[in-house]
């Protein structure tokens, strides 16, 4: 009983590297031929060489557009406004 147990643990031990390889052979052999493979797009539209296709069109967003100089800037009183943010100190009872 215990040499036929054993050989069964072997034998599934075999089948499970076995299946483990063709797992890894799977998994790697998908994308490594994909790159083989032409790319083949459909063109719904009109040719791209044709000069009088139809295109969008073209629209410009600046990146700085809501931009505005703040200088030169005239200096605030500095102590007031240091006061003004300073926590105001505790009453003792």
């Known amino acids: 009983m215990v040499a036929l147990s054993g050989g069964k643990s072997a034998a599934s031990a075999v089948g ?48 700085i557009a809501p931009y505005t100089s703040l200088r030169p800037a005239t200096p605030a009183p500095w102590r007031g406004r240091n006061e003004a943010v300073t926590p105001q100190p505790k009453q003792e009872r």
Request: hydrophobic residues 45%; glycine residues 6%.
């Open 16 to 63: 499970d590297r076995h299946s483990r390889f063709i797992w890894l052979l799977l998994a790697f052999a998908g994308p490594t031929l994909s790159g083989c493979m032409p790319a083949t797009t459909h063109m719904a539209s009109a040719d791209p060489a044709d000069p009088a296709a139809k295109v969008a069109p073209i629209g410009y967003r600046s990146t």
